[in-house]
């Protein structure tokens, strides 16, 4: 089974400054999407960036960018410029290319993070 | 165009009780998912519709969970009866298509958080 971590409870970055969120996860698949979701406090939780596998290069939307490092299984999220507005929980999660295997993504348990001015 | 909404926000019952969530997914998305988050864990998976029929449901708990998707619009969880491990916060989530690059994106609910004492 995947299973998806992030080792980091919580992580603080000053405003304008560039932080960046850990995850990990382990699979023994060889194609499967990636992807990193924002909750800010009492509302619901979007999609920031996809990767998928068999992509080499890394996605990029405006300021949110990724490290995908397929053979280490990591796939970190930079933020750059951060805003007051990034404060949020991120989440990391992954999903199976293969039908097989449903739809259904797989979480990691979370990262706070917070915008200081 | 409205998003996934679901009902009530927040619900608290005593051990034993039934508890009814509702989830309107977005218009025209014929897959629906039931996810749940227990304090400071992972986000789940609990199950998969596509219209009204059961993709996957590998993960519902126990039997005392019942999901029904009548019609293929709006779904039900119900849980019945109500154990204090059963607490957490419920997501609910749709997609246009699964398995389809792009457009198989899942949108969440902002969830229903559940507390039974």
Known sequence: AQTVTQSQPEMSVQEAETVTLSCTYDTSESDYYLFWYKQPPSRQMILVIRQEAYKQQNAT?????????????????K??????????????????????????????????????? | EAGVTQFPSHSVIEKGQTVTLRCDPISGHDNLYWYRRVMGKEIKFLLHFVKESKQDESGMPNNRFLAERTGGTYSTLKVQPAELEDSGVYFCASSQFSLAGDRDTQYFGP??????L
Not at chain 1, 92 to 102: I, K, L, T, V
């Open chain 1, 61 to 77: 939307e405006n300021r949110f960018s990724v490290n995908f490092q397929k053979a280490a299984k990591s796939f970190s999220l």
């Open chain 1, 79 to 117: 933020i750059s410029d951060s805003q007051l507005g990034d404060a949020a929980m991120y989440f990391c999660a992954y999903r199976s290319a293969f039908d097989e295997y449903g739809n259904k993504l797989v979480f990691g348990a979370g990262t706070i993070l917070r915008v200081k001015s």
């Open chain 2, 111 to 116: 969830g229903t958080r559940l507390t039974v």
